[in-house]
């Protein structure tokens, strides 16, 4: 999730790009750079100093040379490379004319790069983006121009992508192309900008265009013209902006919540990508622990808090079921205080959106002390627990604003699942196929969440007919249950109502007696092997006065008997389920906050990241 801005045919060009990265700063960057182009000159600028990065891209760029009418830039969210300058963008081709920026991921990069450097590239960084200035550098080699350069260039590449490029050799151009990663174009009289986002543009140009999927746009100062993928000529849609600068930040919803709630599609679609290679085999970003130490694991202990602990309960279903490992959940601040036991063949794994959570990183630090091997998932690129753990994943979820954790929880789930299936593959304890049809389900989730999201308005119409209510009982079995304690969290957190997540077989051991009427009793109920004994909790409730929402399946028959509310969800593999069915439930939260009139972005002594024990 890095930040895009390019103009064309500009008086200000410097200043229109500082500016426009400065506006995208507030997602919290690690790195930053420009690139200006002229004819025959192409200068380059770029710092990697965390948050200050554009400050100091500012200093460095006071001896800029003037007289630049086009440019591009570029803050980084490091997903292949540390965010350190050389990874910074723009990326130059082997002659230096070439300039690219690219957002996303491409995932055949290590191919694509063995190939050009076998044909005599030479390569300045260690990310995946580079590949993408010397394919353009050998398709212009070859006479084309840019636009058809970028276009037979991308026929090549896998994966997700906002690139944009410039050339000092066909100056006034940029050519951009997108694939899953968002690009508009903004037009003013005789100047042409690209952005990532909105905010970036807002009060330069005075009409703004969504690039699509699978199109290419080429950019001068007279405006653009776009074709797709096959070279034919397509139409951008013109979108109707009347935002102001906080509401474009939010790319034009009411809070970050509700943004970020809107683009879990997008983080399990970026934390999936680039993790298989050719021969089936699950990769993750960082590995100091051989294949052999990780076969022979004989016991795996997450740690992790709140949220990030809801999803560790979700791994733990799946790396007993697929991996056949046996697997202890604990939340982090315990953990670190209760004399752990640390065998040989111990993996913990430290799960944590931030990485900075200081329970967790202790809880790490005293498992390797005692000499396990530490796994992070961790959604910041070189986040204290990435930076000291033996092996990493990062959840590509993107920066996350709001303090209540949403799209981070979907992402995790999915990392860990994927953590389970590698287990899997090592251990054997599954075939290839089931390996491979697991994945594959994977990677549909995301287009699941995506029609749940759409139902957004039927969930308001429940949290409406609720409103009033001070009691919420969220039950689950299986991987519903941590959906429950999830479900409930975020009610309790944005609502300040009382809200409790419970197996629904523990029920009867206490619970049962704090059900009457007025009580509301969430369940969630998609999982096939669970649901009658959902069913005979759910009864239990309603004999006793309880109103019953329940998240079902949408070919579920039967629920509509005992539920008063239902929230509908795509069926998917049980073990999926939390992913999708975790959707209905914090949008539940977020409307009731909304109708209470409570602040979802940050909800009263929350912090979003707790470095304090
Ligand atoms: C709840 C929430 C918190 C975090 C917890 C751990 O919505 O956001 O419960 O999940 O503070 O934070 P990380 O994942 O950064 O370790």
Not at 181 to 189: C, K, Y
Not at 389 to 410: L, N, P, Q, W
């Amino acid at each position: 999730m890095c930040g895009i801005i390019g103009v064309v045919g500009s008086s200000d060009t410097l200043a229109t790009l500082l500016e426009g990265l400065t506006r995208l700063e507030y997602r919290g960057y690690d790195s930053a750079g420009i690139a200006l182009v002229r004819p025959g000159q192409t200068w380059r600028a770029r710092t990697a100093e965390g948050t200050e990065s554009v400050a100091a891209l500012r200093r460095v760029c006071e001896d800029a040379p003037s007289g630049f009418s086009s440019g591009i830039g570029h803050t980084r969210w490091a997903t292949h490379g540390a965010p350190e300058a050389v990874n910074a963008h723009p990326h130059l081709d082997c002659s230096g004319n070439i300039a690219i920026i690219h957002n996303g991921i491409i995932e055949n990069h290590r191919e694509l790069h063995e190939a050009l450097v076998a044909r005599g590239h030479l390569f300045t960084s260690v990310t995946d983006s580079e590949v993408l200035a010397h394919l353009i550098e050998e398709a212009r080699a070859r006479g084309l121009e840019l636009m058809e350069a970028m276009r037979q260039s991308l026929l090549t590449v896998r994966g997700a992508f906002a690139v944009a490029v410039m050339d000092a050799t066909e100056p006034d151009v940029i050519v951009a192309a997108r694939r899953i990663s968002p690009l508009v174009v903004g037009t003013a009289p005789g100047v042409t900008y690209l952005a990532s986002d909105v905010p970036a543009i807002l009060d330069r140009a005075t009409a703004f265009y969504a690039v699509n999927d699978d199109e290419i746009v080429r950019l001068g100062p007279e405006g653009f013209r776009a074709i797709d993928l096959e070279g034919g000529p397509v139409r951008l849609h013109q979108l109707s902006i009347d935002w102001d600068l906080e509401t474009a930040e939010k790319g034009g919803h009411d809070d970050f919540m509700s943004k970020e709630i809107s683009e879990q599609p997008h983080a399990i679609r970026a934390t999936l990508l680039d993790r298989r290679r050719r021969d089936g085999t699950i990769t993750f970003d960082e590995m100091r622990i051989d294949d052999e130490e990780l076969r022979e694991v004989k016991r795996v202990v997450l740690v992790a808090a709140g949220t990030s602990h809801h999803a560790a309960l979700v791994a733990k279903y799946a790396i007993e079921r697929w991996a056949r490992i046996s697997v202890e959940v604990d939340i982090s601040s315990e953990y670190r205080y209760r004399d752990p036991i640390v065998e040989i063949g111990t993996l913990v794994i430290g799960v944590s959106q931030s990485g900075e959570t200081i329970d967790t990183i202790q809880a790490t630090r005293e498992a390797q002390r005692r000499g396990a091997r530490v796994v992070a998932v961790s959604n910041i690129v070189d986040s204290s627990l990435a930076r000291e753990a033996d092996a990493v994943i990062y959840t590509r979820a993107g920066i996350e604003v709001s303090v209540a954790s949403t799209k981070a929880f979907v992402a995790q789930v999915a990392a860990l699942e994927l953590l389970a299936l590698r287990l899997a593959q090592l251990r054997g304890t599954m075939s290839p196929t089931d390996v491979d049809a697991l994945f594959l389900g994977l990677n549909a989730v995301s287009a699941q969440v995506a029609t749940t999201l759409e139902r957004r308005a039927s969930i308001e119409l429940i949290a409406k007919e609720l409103m009033g209510s001070h009691d919420f009982f969220f039950l689950g079995r299986h991987v519903g249950f941590p959906t429950a304690l999830e479900g409930a969290l975020k009610l309790k957190e944005l609502t300040y109502m009382h809200a409790e997540g419970y197996p629904g077989g523990e029920l009867k051991h206490g619970p049962l007696a704090l059900i009457e009427p007025g009580v509301v009793v969430v369940a969630v109920a998609t999982h096939q092997l669970m649901h009658e004994k959902i069913l005979s909790n759910l009864a239990e409730v309603k004999a006793r006065g309880a109103s019953v929402v329940v998240v079902a399946t949408d070919d579920d028959e039967t629920i509509d008997a005992v539920a008063d509310f239902v929230m509908r969800v795509p069926a998917t593999e049980p073990l999926f389920t939390p992913m999708v069915d975790i959707v209905p439930l914090q949008l539940f939260a977020y409307a009731m906050a909304r109708q209470l009139g409570r602040n979802v972005d940050r909800p009263r002594n929350l912090a979003k990241t707790v470095t304090v024990e």
